[in-house]
């Protein structure tokens, strides 16, 4: 990598951050561009946050900061201008600065979109059941809401937070109590895990898939490991089986465009290499 005076800058911030795989996959885009550009990973307490990122935004070689854990809401809160996805989701993943202005945005959605894509979901008349109810299962279901999505069924183990996202965003989506997620779980076109069960070292999630629907698309918005035990659950039933990746790649291709102005290439594939990076993870 060669850095010059012109040198177009972005970042990720977090508390921690060096687990974070986009600065591997945004230096990957960046080589395949040919750009002269650079992403560095920036971890920053909580308490530093606001006065970080004001500080950033002032350099006119900034372009912006992907987001990450604990931060999120924060990155919102700082905004001087937010989209109607970053609204809706109550968090921000991404942050442009705009001549002096942070404008904040919410690629999630679109990266679970982009995900689900290959499988194409016929959303118009699909049952999508989201189990989980933190920020990931909010941006999920503010994705499935713009997609037009007949029904969503919102099942989380602390009923309350379900409730919150029901009647701030999706007032028509059906709560289900956490132990009755089997039932809507054969009733289910869509099913996404939005929960952290399923991470490395951590409990699976639990789920009867015996009376889940055959050709049903399966997500798991979790990505280490990449073959969850429910992806496994979900095959061996006979559902198509979508890992959290995609949806990793997917939400970082928007971010990658406002920051440098090009679209992230497809050629050559980022997900290898991300592959790669996770095998001493998985
Ligand atoms: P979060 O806000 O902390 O929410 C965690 C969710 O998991 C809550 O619904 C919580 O339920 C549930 N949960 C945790 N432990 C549980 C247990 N033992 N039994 C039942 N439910 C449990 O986290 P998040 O930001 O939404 O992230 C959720 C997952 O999405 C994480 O694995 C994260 O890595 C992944 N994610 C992936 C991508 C991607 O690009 N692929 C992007 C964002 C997030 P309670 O409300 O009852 O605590």
């Given amino acids: 990598m060669r850095i ?32 002269d550009a650079a992403y560095l990973p920036f971890p920053v307490a909580p308490t530093d946050f606001s006065d970080f990122v004001r500080g950033l935004a002032k350099s006119p070689s900034v372009s912006g900061l992907n987001v990450t854990l604990p931060h999120k809401e924060a990155a919102l809160a700082l905004a001087d201008k937010a989209t109607p996805a970053a609204l809706a989701i109550g968090a921000a993943n991404l942050l442009t600065f705009r001549g002096g202005e942070i404008h904040a945005d919410n ?40 997609s037009g999505c007949a029904t969503i069924l919102l099942s989380n183990r602390t009923r309350s937070r379900a409730d919150a996202i029901a009647d701030e965003i999706a007032p028509e989506a059906e709560i289900i109590d956490w132990q ?20 490395k070292g951590g409990s699976e999630l ?10 049903a698309i399966a ?30 790649i997917g939400q970082a291709r928007p971010s990658f465009a406002a920051f440098f102005g090009c679209d992230a290439p497809h050629d050559p594939p980022v997900r290898p290499v991300l592959l790669d990076a996770l095998g001493g993870r998985s």
């Fill in 107 to 146: 690629t999630d959605a679109d990266g679970f979109l982009a995900a689900l894509e290959p499988a194409e979901p016929d959303y118009g008349n699909a049952i999508a059941l989201v189990l989980g109810a933190g920020g990931a299962a909010r941006a999920l279901v503010h994705a499935l809401l713009t």
């Fill in 206 to 215: 639990e789920l009867d898939w015996s009376a889940a629907r055959k050709g």
């Fill in 4 to 35: 010059t005076g012109q040198t177009r800058l972005a970042g990720v911030t977090g508390d921690p951050v060096a687990h974070s795989l986009s600065p591997l996959m945004m230096s990957h885009w960046i080589a395949a561009s040919g750009l």
């Fill in 219 to 248: 997500f798991d918005s979790v990505y280490v490991p990449l073959r969850t035990g429910f992806l496994r659950g979900a095959e061996e039933a006979g559902l198509q089986a979508i890992d959290g990746l995609d949806m990793l």
């Fill in 180 to 199: 009755d997620r089997d039932e809507a779980l054969a009733r289910a076109d869509l099913v996404v895990n939005a929960t952290s069960l399923g991470l």
